[in-house]
């Protein structure tokens, strides 16, 4: 049913009070306006302003009860049906005489057919009232709406501009719909002109564009970021495993209608060695499927009010399912569920709020976990069927270590070509990748200081004062190494 048909089934079925969160003021009162011409009944609107009035043309009050507890008790005295908006009545919610007011006007709907509707971005309702109202929030415009809503906005530059089309490949354009989806109309379509206005053509920049203005439309939390920097799989040295895997589920990832027999891929956990390059890892599986990358900060999640940190979890997994198709980085996951000591903590919480939301999600949120501490992760994430693989990344080999010395000089504007990777390689037996990274970035330090280039000297001088993860926690690693040899997918 479209919104106009499920409110107005709450209205005729005299429901005393209907949330509606939404930040499209204008349009919610377009609704009930329209619903209250077909059920032939006054239409009233409080707002603190100008305080309440009859909106519908029709005899009756016309303005004044600014207070709200004065306009919630002069609803309270009329006589016959009504449908009353009240616009961001939430600040005044608080108030016990506002919310006996209410309850006492929400008893008697059933005999005067008054339904009470309160509009705001964001509605906590007390105890008191809540089990008297329905929440609802408006749908979201699909793939055809949205497809209607760039044209039409085309034509209106066009006729602005005599002469002139709006420019666009086919491929810009179903990207841009594409990211526009989750979004409202108003919100959409004030995107659009942003992409059009500057220059009449939709590139693939104005993709990229309103994909970060949208994430910052939709997150109010500040639990979830968006990720500008991603990577290709060709800037992952190794990990040809976990590679392949990508490249195989991208098109059924991507795919807008699902294909027969293949269910759209939910996800991975990579466990491993910290610095073997998990994170990049991570960034790249957006890259190659070319999709936005959002990182959940479990460190912002956690609030000390009860119920308040599951809230923020199921916000911050709602705003990604608005910005699908995306990859969810959930980094070093074993920090933020770790098992509480008296077993019913905000741990134990957020788990099943996560639990229950991989195994219902309907959305194409691809969700990577990266984790360093395997004894630390609940058993119950890692039973069969969380995730559609887990995989293991080790210290890289010989061979992969001479193909991460050569990205990171080319990175850092150096030519390969005059140092001996297999040699370098050869040195840094142990090391991880980052610790690779950051030898190569303490040599080239030293090199600044001397006022001379970098040389293979610099490097095997840095590599041989450089104690690596492996023989600093090399008890640990092992463990790591022999729990993961029957349990996980090698990603090299």
């Not at 926690?473 to 190494?481: S, T, V």
Request: with cysteine; aromatic share 6%.
């Amino acid at each position: 049913m479209s919104d106009l048909q499920e409110l107005e089934l709450l209205v005729t079925s005299r429901m005393p009070i209907i949330a509606v969160e939404s930040r499209e003021e204008t349009r919610v009162v377009d609704l009930f306006h329209r619903i209250a011409t077909r059920q032939g009944l006054p239409l009233y609107r409080w707002v603190a302003s100008d305080g309440l009035s009859r909106i519908d043309g029709g005899v009756g009050i016309s303005g004044g009860c600014l207070k709200p507890s004065d306009a919630l008790a002069r609803i309270h005295g009329l006589e016959g049906p009504g449908l009353f908006l009240l616009l961001d009545l939430h600040p005044y919610l608080k108030d016990p005489l506002n919310v006996r007011l209410l309850r006492e006007i929400a008893q008697g709907a059933v005999r005067t057919s008054r339904t009470l509707v309160l509009v705001s971005p964001r509605l906590e309702l007390p105890e008191e009232i809540d089990h008297h109202a329905a929440r609802y929030r408006l749908a979201m415009p699909g793939p055809h709406e949205l497809d209607a809503l760039v044209l039409d906005e085309a034509r209106v530059w066009a006729e602005a501009n005599p002469g002139r089309r709006v420019q666009a490949r086919s491929a810009d354009l179903e990207a841009l719909t594409r990211h526009l989806r989750g979004l409202s109309l108003a919100d959409a379509r004030r995107l659009v002109r942003m992409a059009i206005q500057d220059d009449g053509a939709i590139t693939d920049a104005d993709v990229s564009g309103i994909t970060r203005e949208k994430f910052r439309l939709l997150d109010q939390g500040g639990v979830l970021s968006f990720e500008l920097e991603t990577a290709g799989l060709g800037e992952v040295a190794g990990l040809e495993t976990l590679k392949n895997w990508l490249t195989r589920r991208r098109e059924v990832f991507l795919a807008e209608a699902p294909l027969p027999g293949l269910d759209p891929p939910k996800g991975i956990l990579l466990l491993g060695v910290q610095g073997a390059g998990k994170s990049l890892a991570s960034k790249a599986v957006a890259g190659a499927w070319g999709v936005p990358l959002l990182r959940l900060d479990f460190g912002t999640l956690y609030n000390k009010y009860y119920g308040e940190t599951e809230r923020n979890l199921r916000e911050a997994l709602g705003t990604a399912a608005a910005m699908a198709p995306a990859v969810l980085w959930m980094d070093e996951i074993e920090k933020g569920l770790a098992v509480d000591d008296d077993g019913g903590g905000p741990s134990r919480r957020i788990l099943g709020t996560l639990l229950t939301w991989m195994a219902e999600r309907e959305a194409k949120v691809f969700m990577v976990a990266t984790a360093n501490d395997i004894e630390s992760l609940p058993p119950e994430l890692l039973r069969k069927g969380r995730f559609d693989e887990i995989f293991f990344v080790d210290l890289p080999s010989a061979e992969v270590r001479e193909r991460i010395f050569e990205i990171h000089l080319r990175k850092r504007g150096q030519d390969s070509t005059g140092f001996d990777l297999a040699e370098l390689a050869r040195l840094s037996e142990g090391f991880s990748g980052a610790e690779i990274e950051q030898s190569l970035v303490s040599a080239l330090y030293t090199a600044h200081t001397g006022n001379s280039g970098l040389t293979m000297q610099h490097l095997a001088e840095e590599l041989g004062r450089t104690r690596p993860l492996s023989v600093l926690m090399a008890e640990k690693i092992a463990y790591l190494r022999a729990w993961a040899a029957k349990r996980t997918v090698s990603a090299g």
